[in-house]
């Protein structure tokens, strides 16, 4: 153990307050994202009073890691100040917070290292858990306060940035949709199938496509995978890369400047679009994506993005949708989604102009977003130091 590391048992103690009263607010859950988040169960017959309740400002972990993509689901409860969760989890708050800053010690919890670490302390034969022992043993660096809530601080200050900056991002795409309605509305528009206004480029599928060992933590090319791309754009937190040898053996999927990237697969109509913004020079889809290019320069690759942000086309696609294992969304019924569009060049002209303005300020604040969350990675590695 370092000489400025203690044991976390010294600093913690298990909570088992019942739900005797039978409440039924705020059923909770815990995410791989270590957030709170509302319950899907199903709560059909079920005895409210074996939950467990959580208070703010302790936390909750489930046991389990196996099924969880190598991640531990652990929370600190700070948006609630009462919430209730499954008997089945375990709920623990900090003995002396003059000793230890929660928020500190959910920094630490939010590691990548501490998920490995969860991990490989988990046993068991039918699944595998972390029990309290395990999770009493956990080492970690406990500065004096101060200096916790100095770290603490400059923590939240990074990420209360990129929720403003993640908030105008909003505003601007509900702006830029209204743009879009209102000009619909005022002009006469011709109903046009968005086969007529670009091409869909498919992924490569074939023999060369790389194998789950052929993927790496960084490395030449870029390859999207489900978590990249989000309803609101770009996510580029977890990525995986395959080398210029892999790239170069395969056809298709390859992005060019300024396309537009639709997931088609699994997560349908998600959209992004691969602007100057983008800090990765090589990048290619996966086999659940379709890269779309406007087929004229009357319309920009802007204008189409805008369009496939829409409402409209989010409801276009439950039209389309097929597939019963796993939805999907085939070209030939993409190729068949109609949007009205204003037969006016002129207006064509002024409105891809607004398009342009307002998305290059959402790219802006995606690239800050981007930046500050490497700062904030930073941050949490240097915890460990």
Known sequence: ?????????????????RNSEGKEENLLGVSVQKKFIPSIANTVGTDFKKYKVVKKGQFTYIPDTSRRGDKIGIALLEDYEEGLVSNVYTVFEIIDEKQLIPEYLMLWF???EFDRYARFKSHGSVREVMDWDEMCKVELPVPPYEKQEEIVDGYKTITERIALKQKINDNLANTEQAIWVETVINNHTVPTALGDLVDFIDGDRGKNYPTFDEFTSTGYCLFLNASNVTSTGFNFDNCMFVSEEKDKLMNKGHLSP?????TSRGTLGNVALYDKHIKYENVRINSGMLIIRPKTKRLSPYFIYVL???SYMKAAIERFKSGSAQPQLPIKDLQKITFEIPESD?????????FLAVEES????????DNLKELSNVLLAELSR
């Open 308 to 310: 496939l942000k829409s």
């Open 258 to 262: 300024y396309d537009i990237v639709l």
């Open 362 to 369: 959402i790219s802006i604040n995606n690239n800050e977003i």
């Open 1 to 17: 153990m370092k000489s400025n590391y203690k044991q976390l048992g010294q600093f913690i103690r298990q909570v088992d307050i």
């Open 110 to 112: 939010s590691r990548p």
């Open 346 to 354: 002129t207006v064509l002209v002024a409105l891809d102009r607004q």
